[in-house]
């Protein structure tokens, strides 16, 4: 089975390769990015709580992620695998994880911190299907629209630079240290996120492809 975590600093690409990998599979592609900007985008009261967080680039407290979480994890399309882009950030969310599911794999997305701040200061996303883009590596076909909708790109709110070093910061700190976790638990998969999407991509698919651990 593919019950599947993506770990991995802002800006390694775990979105745009989840993306992929979940299509490829057949599996439902969990971001807890996306569901919390969703629910902040309807203005829904757990939205309109973590709204301010994300800006910041901090953690939205654990109840409120898992609140999000826990319903898109028990429903049908992911009994049969998932993948989890984005979740645990900390230790205690991977504590709680553990009750609800196993893991088969985790994959650890690597890359230097200046390659990190160079993807995230020229990300521009679709506010609607959260394509991201990138300003020189991957451009819009039409500058300043989404290839999929034509909606009009956005740079996030936590792309911007003081929201950056706070994320980065919070990887280390707090997201970081669950690299050790899983690799005791010989579920852990480092991936050499430099290079192309493609380049990247094919480094995912083996990573998934070896052996179970
Ligand atoms: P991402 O799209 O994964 O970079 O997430 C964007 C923002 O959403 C983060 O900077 C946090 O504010 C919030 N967020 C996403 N996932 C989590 C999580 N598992 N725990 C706490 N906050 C999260």
Redesign the pocket.
Known sequence: MHRIAFLGP?GAGK?TQAAELAQALRIPHL????L??GAVGAGSPLGRE?DG??RA????P?AL?LQILAERLAGADARAGFLL?????NLA?AETLATLTPLDRVLSFEIPTDELVRRLSGRRTCPVCQTAYHLVSKPPKVAGRCDRDGTELIQRP?DRPEAIEV?LRVYAEQTAPLLDHYRRQGLLRAIDATGTPAEVAGRVRRAVESAPP
């Open positions: 802002p979105g971001s807890t990015g996306d919390l900007r973590a967080y994300m680039g901090k953690l939205v654990d992620v882009d984005g979740y645990p950030r969310q936590d994320r």
